[in-house]
């Protein structure tokens, strides 16, 4: 396998240890838990989204685990404004706060609170599973391109987190381009859902969910591609990856670096398992691997 030169990483304005970043909505939900990702060998951290009103969620059961991956309709819980003493000792660190909102005002106001406490946001556009939120907003490119443009107003790295559920991604992400998006990132979770045939009813509290995991991969890999093709701006591919190669086969289709979620369920260590197969002294300069499979 390709083995990476060791260094830090400036991407998208957000200066990291390594290529490797916590995905937002797994162990990104207090300030202690952050720290423990960095200090386990995470490169930087997103944390869990955050939007303009707390709320509990959506009933249970919220999580059913697959085969393959996790599919999950948690409907973005979250505490609101009062996340922000979770972020109060984290400043400094590579944290990047996912935000959330029903409008560019709102995405704006949310982020406008923790301005000063972390390294950049992250606009969670692409969420399947929240009404009003998410990917009910983040299919339209002029909403996406307002929505990116009120929160870069801030003059703080941000990225945009895209839903593969469309059908021309390269033009949500060039929307984002022009909203002033430092990055984007590909891809949320995948529209799905599972019927229990012995209860005759949908597995989760909410019928519908988004699919994570290793069986969605191939899809996030696509689409890193195709967005490598169409945007100016980095693209940070999320979607399965679970070892070392998956991050170098990333890398190849266009990703200057990786997020990692559901992996992280079953192996907490997994960043620093993967760091330690990925960095060799010597190794390949990341800008000869990143989009090399385009020719």
Request: include cysteine; aromatic fraction near 4%; charged fraction near 15%.
């Amino acid at each position: 396998m390709i083995r990476l030169v060791p260094g830090t990483v400036s991407l998208g304005g957000v200066e990291m240890a390594n290529h490797l970043v916590l995905a937002a909505g797994i162990l990104g939900t207090t300030g202690s838990s952050i720290r423990r990702v960095l200090e386990a060998g995470a490169g930087a951290a997103v944390t869990k989204s955050i939007g303009p009103v707390a709320s509990a969620g959506h009933p249970g059961p919220c999580v059913v685990e697959l085969g393959d991956g996790l599919l999950n309709a948690m409907g973005l819980p979250n505490p609101s404004r009062e996340f922000g003493t979770e972020l109060a000792s984290l400043k400094g660190l590579p944290v990047v706060a996912s935000v959330f909102g029903g409008t560019p005002e709102e995405f704006r106001k949310v982020a406008s609170w923790f301005r000063d406490r972390v390294a950049g946001f992250e606009l969670n556009l692409s969420c399947p599973h929240a009404e009003g939120y998410g990917a009910a907003i983040g299919t339209d490119p002029g909403t996406v391109e307002e929505c990116t443009r009120a929160v870069a107003s801030l003059g703080l790295p941000t990225w945009v987190k895209l839903t593969p559920n469309v059908t021309d991604l390269p033009v949500i992400g060039q929307a984002a381009q022009r909203g002033g998006a430092t990055a984007v990132v590909a891809v949320n979770t995948v529209r799905a859902m599972r019927i229990s045939t012995e209860l005759r009813l949908p597995v989760l509290g909410n019928r519908y969910g988004g699919l994570s995991g290793r069986a969605i991969f191939p899809i996030a890999v696509r689409c890193v591609y195709e967005l490598y093709e169409s945007v100016e701006i980095p693209v940070i591919g999320v979607g399965g990856i679970a070892t070392a190669e998956d991050v170098i086969e990333m890398m190849m289709a266009g990703a200057s670096a990786v997020q990692i979620g559901s992996a992280v369920r079953e192996n907490p260590g997994i960043f620093r398992e993967i760091a330690g197969e990925l960095y060799r002294p010597g190794g390949v300069s990341p800008e000869e691997i990143v989009g090399c499979a385009h020719g």
